[in-house]
């Protein structure tokens, strides 16, 4: 299972944007929109080996964090609209479940980078950086590999000392500093090639 | 110069869809748009090194292609919906003045892929396509390649002739049949990679 961790250091936690002008009124919630499409769908389906955490930081009801299964999802569909009005039908919720309580595959829980570390269980973190080690001549533990990615801001230096501490091996995805949507596909095409030729 | 002939064939030649659904009202032009962002957007700006031709074969309208110049395009947002007004802005004028008439980088032709070809000058053509040699392990002209990339639907059985008579070489873009603008950024990436070597 590979799982990626985008945290959104301005993308709201609370539901109250407009799906009319989603990165002038979400704090660039749809970066992590796009991260899910790019994590989560392929050709003809859901990858059901991949998980993503959007970890909300910003607005009134920060820190929160959204989890996505690609195990158990349904009806995750490509297209932006779509995916932030199904995160925001979740956001407008008084309560946050929790990661253990989900539906059709998503779940809602209170808490930020803390709250996913918990949740993770065993894992290998590593964290996209423009500045790091190719991934292509990295060793990547195929089995449960967790990849931490920035927003449009990068990292907090806060979040990157976390990282550090929970010794996450740092990549890079090429020469060029991209989207993390964009980080995102390239880092699941390298485990592809990689699953094929295990 | 890199560039991208994104060929869909049911996206909407005309203006006449929903940005409240793009993806049942136009055809899928989303999946169009999404490679638009793919192909033309890096962390920090445009890359001025890539171009995006998206050929319109659906609708009252078609064919007719949009062709966005990453050298002289400016304000090219990364969300959909705004991707998806600024065509459809251009898209419900009468006219399509041809490839040559831009508007900060944007132009709008009558024709579908005969017209691109007339366009596209020196080329080297590639044909994305799942079963192919790994684009890894193949000669890529870096200097003026043209990659031809299907839709959700792939291609249809007269563009691949007509591919295959252009002599377009077909590549993989790795194990998993991923969607358009994924293979876009797996090729980019590619580029990237090697120009940062030469």
């Given at each position: 299972m590979r799982r990626f961790v985008v945290i959104g250091?301005?993308?709201?936690?609370?539901?109250?944007?407009?799906l009319d002008d989603l990165p002038a009124t979400s704090g660039r919630l749809d970066v992590l929109v796009r991260c899910v499409r790019a994590a989560l769908l392929v050709s003809h389906g859901l990858r059901r080996d991949a998980m993503i955490y959007l970890v909300l930081q910003g607005?009134?009801?920060?820190?929160r964090t959204i989890k996505i299964d690609g195990r158990t999802?349904?009806?995750?569909?490509?297209d932006e609209r779509s995916l932030a009005g199904a995160i925001r039908s979740l956001l407008?919720?008084?309560?946050?479940?929790?990661?253990?309580v989900s539906t059709r595959g998503v779940a809602l829980a209170d808490g930020g980078l803390d709250a996913v570390i918990a949740d993770l269980g065993d894992f290998t973190p590593y964290v996209l950086d423009?500045?790091?080690?190719?991934m292509r001549s990295a060793t990547i533990d195929l089995r449960n590999p967790v990849f931490f990615v920035g927003d449009q801001l990068g990292f907090a230096e806060s979040t990157r000392s976390r990282l550090a501490v929970l010794g996450a091996l740092p990549l890079s995805v090429g020469p060029v500093s991209v989207h993390a949507d964009d980080a995102i596909t390239l880092v699941s095409n390298e485990l592809d090639r990689r699953a094929a030729r295990a």
């Open positions: 250091q301005t993308a709201t936690a609370s539901g109250e944007f407009s607005g009134s009801r920060a820190p999802a349904e009806y995750v569909r490509p407008v919720r008084a309560e946050s479940p929790g990661f253990d423009e500045s790091a080690t190719d």
